[in-house]
């Protein structure tokens, strides 16, 4: 079955430095969706992309998504606290409604 | 989320016993989603529904059980079955295909 997967599994940064995770799939997607879930708190919907080669940016954020549509990045620019979360892939693809998800990679930053 | 609700936030069972996590959405979404979440494993699926009185097995459905007998409710029973059931259990749901899932606050669910 389909795969998901995503590194670093850890990023420690310290305030101000840049971080991205990646995720790679087994098979091409339809979609890659990015969510960020808060230290106790639940998985939070911040973007999708669709298109092959599609880029998108949420102010200090920075999709990217691939030219085979297997892959994806999300970068942060200028890490601050209040980025600290888990932040999951999840790939969605086929005819079903299933999406699968990443391990995640937890960033903590240093103030 | 608004939208969808899971009940109760925290759940303390002994070992053996059967236990039902609640999850009720208002948004009129088709699908809907059970995940476990384990330190350092991510989101793991347990069912999923696209439609009323339909349902899959996900990845880690065994020791597990769903209905879907109506749109806005999607209740898991974790069973005696289930060998490991201490985990932080998240419900989802989605409009459709590959749309984006929203999800509920989640049960931390606790065996002993």
């Known amino acids: 079955g389909q795969q998901v997967m995503q590194i670093p599994q850890y990023q420690h940064v310290q305030e101000g430095e840049d971080f991205t995770t990646y995720c790679n799939s087994s098979t091409t997607l339809s979609n890659i969706q990015w969510y960020k879930q808060r230290p106790g708190g639940h998985p939070v919907f911040l973007i999708q992309?669709?298109?092959?080669?599609e880029v998108k940016k949420q102010k200090r954020l920075t999709f990217q998504f691939g030219e085979a549509k297997k892959n994806s990045s999300l970068h942060i620019t200028a890490t601050q606290t209040t980025d600290v979360g888990t932040y999951f892939c999840a790939g969605g693809g086929g005819s079903n409604y299933k999406l699968t998800f990443g391990k995640g990679t937890l960033l903590t930053v240093n103030p | 989320d608004g939208g969808i609700t899971q009940s109760p936030k925290y759940l303390f069972r002994k070992e053996g016993q059967n236990v039902t996590l609640s999850c009720e959405q208002n948004?009129?979404?088709?699908?809907m989603y059970w995940y476990r979440q384990d330190p350092g494993q991510g989101l793991r699926l347990i069912y999923y529904s696209q439609i009323v009185n339909d349902f899959q097995k996900g990845d880690i459905a065994e020791g597990y059980s769903v209905s879907r007998e109506k749109k806005e409710s999607f209740p898991l029973t974790v069973t005696s079955a289930q060998k490991n059931p201490t985990a932080f259990y998240l419900c989802?749901?989605?409009?459709?295909?590959?749309?984006?899932?929203?999800f509920g606050q989640g049960t931390r669910l606790t065996v002993v």
């Open positions: 992309l669709v298109k092959s080669g």
């Open positions: 948004l009129n979404h088709d699908a």
């Open positions: 989802a749901s989605s409009i459709g295909q590959g749309a984006r899932a929203f």
